[in-house]
């Protein structure tokens, strides 16, 4: 069972930075056990230094609390939300595959619709980098989850590439099938 470790200067219901690796091996192991899939999604909230210059870092944290806290209300219990910087959060998505994470991103941008940017009309661009990993016993955890960060992370920054508001998904650099 989880437990959500919440800093107690912010309230926005994710997980630190620090969990972010632990989190992710224990649920490859899991999802390895259970002969499940995992989906790992980075969702971008927009340039954190332009922001920053904008709003100030302040105005940053409370919309990244108020982001946090409606995406955590809007998940299954058993998906996990992570703090991976200051504008951008992991969700790890538990017996979910790739296809079905575009419809999360789908459901999140409905949620999220009302969260304006502190000042402003505008609503905070989402960007999204979607990875399922690939779940295989012949592969150690470790380089499962390296691969499946790799391959999010180059993935959000295609999807920011495409001009914002965008949600991109990369195939695996690994075969499913492939021989050890």
């Given at each position: 069972?989880?437990?959500?470790?919440?800093n107690p200067?912010?309230?926005?219901?994710?997980l630190?930075?620090?969990s972010?690796l632990?989190?992710?091996?224990?649920?490859v192991?899991?999802?390895?056990q259970q002969?499940?899939?995992m989906t790992l999604?980075?969702?971008?909230?927009?340039?954190a230094?332009?922001?920053?210059?904008?709003?100030?870092?302040?105005q940053?944290e409370?919309?990244?609390?108020q982001i946090?806290q409606?995406?955590?209300s809007?998940?299954?219990q058993?998906d996990v939300?992570?703090r991976?910087?200051?504008?951008t959060i992991?969700?790890?998505?538990?017996?979910?595959?790739?296809?079905?994470?575009?419809?999360?991103?789908d459901?999140?941008?409905?949620?999220?619709?009302?969260?304006?940017?502190?000042g402003?009309?505008?609503?905070?661009?989402?960007?999204?980098?979607?990875?399922e990993?690939?779940l295989?016993e012949r592969f150690?955890?470790?380089?499962?989850v390296?691969?499946?960060?790799?391959?999010v992370?180059?993935?959000?920054?295609?999807?920011?590439?495409?001009?914002?508001?965008?949600?991109?998904?990369?195939?695996?650099t690994?075969?499913p099938n492939?021989?050890a």
């Amino acid at each position: 069972m989880r437990s959500l470790k919440k800093n107690p200067a912010c309230s926005s219901a994710l997980l630190k930075r620090s969990s972010y690796l632990d989190v992710l091996l224990s649920e490859v192991r899991r999802c390895l056990q259970q002969k499940t899939p995992m989906t790992l999604m980075l969702l971008h909230f927009g340039k954190a230094s332009a922001l920053v210059k904008e709003i100030g870092e302040g105005q940053v944290e409370h919309m990244m609390q108020q982001i946090g806290q409606a995406l955590a209300s809007h998940i299954r219990q058993n998906d996990v939300p992570i703090r991976y910087d200051l504008t951008t959060i992991a969700l790890v998505l538990s017996d979910t595959t790739e296809k079905n994470a575009f419809l999360v991103v789908d459901k999140m941008r409905k949620v999220l619709a009302p969260t304006k940017i502190p000042g402003s009309e505008r609503t905070p661009p989402i960007s999204v980098g979607i990875a399922e990993a690939v779940l295989q016993e012949r592969f150690d955890a470790v380089d499962m989850v390296t691969e499946v960060i790799n391959r999010v992370e180059n993935a959000l920054e295609a999807a920011r590439a495409e001009g914002g508001n965008k949600a991109h998904s990369l195939a695996p650099t690994i075969q499913p099938n492939a021989v050890a």
